[in-house]
């Protein structure tokens, strides 16, 4: 972020909220539809086994989440009413899942089987099949304030994308897209949706065609 206020970068892609929409110049097209805010969960092997039997959000709020610290789902999961630990240290985080010192770890739909596969060492982490929590959570590009002729044409590119459906169909083509959907199974999920109140308000106003829709 220091990088981009100061010009040393032009652009970078990050997750959006209030202080980067403020200081950076956002191009207000979610790259992935929003679908970093599908989040579904690692988990070890003993609350996989209760994960069916959850029916409300209620339910789903007994249960104990974990977060890298200050990532910006934190204060989007706190909001939401949920218990969050916040660990410095990625790896340490499936540590805790695996030994069963916390319950679930939300990741992004396209995440989770990856992260997971790499530590096979850890033999009680499994990703849970059943549930999947929704917020708005765009992924945007952020031009540095240096450079408004970038943010200028990016912003042009993706109206002209969206207009004649090359962005969606490069979407839907996309082989990490594709795994995602294959190995995920959305639609079979029960959704649990909560609100993210730590968006500007232009971008909570972003149209529902840039979204993706899990009825899709």
């Not at 790259?31 to 969960?41: K, N, Q």
């Not at 982490?125 to 240096?146: E, Q």
């Not at 969606?168 to 949706?193: C, D, M, N």
Request: glycine share 6%.
């Amino acid at each position: 972020m220091t990088l981009l206020k100061e010009g040393k970068i032009t652009i970078d892609w990050l997750g959006a909220d209030k202080t980067l929409e403020q200081e950076l110049i956002p191009i207000r097209y979610p790259v992935f539809r929003g679908l970093l805010g599908h989040r579904i969960f690692i988990t070890n092997k003993t609350t996989a086994a209760k994960l069916g039997a959850i029916n409300s959000i209620e339910e789903l709020r007994q249960l104990g989440m974990i977060q890298g610290q200050g990532w910006a789902d934190v204060k989007v999961l706190t909001s939401g009413g949920f218990k969050v630990r916040e660990v410095p240290s990625f790896d340490n985080i499936f540590r805790i899942v695996d030994s069963e010192r916390t319950d679930l770890f939300p990741r992004a739909v396209i995440e989770p089987y990856s992260e997971v596969a790499q530590r096979s060492e850890l033999t009680n982490l499994v990703v849970d099949d059943k549930l999947m929590l929704i917020y708005r959570f765009p992924m945007l590009l952020f031009v540095s304030p240096t450079n408004p002729e970038v943010a200028e044409m990016l912003q042009k590119a993706f109206e002209a994308s969206y207009k004649d459906g090359s962005f969606v169909a490069f979407f839907e083509q996309s082989p990490l897209v594709k795994k995602t959907f294959e190995q995920a199974g959305i639609k079979s999920r029960k959704a649990f949706s909560i609100d993210n109140p730590h968006l500007s308000e232009e971008t909570r106003s972003i149209p529902d065609q840039y979204w993706l829709s899990v009825s899709e």
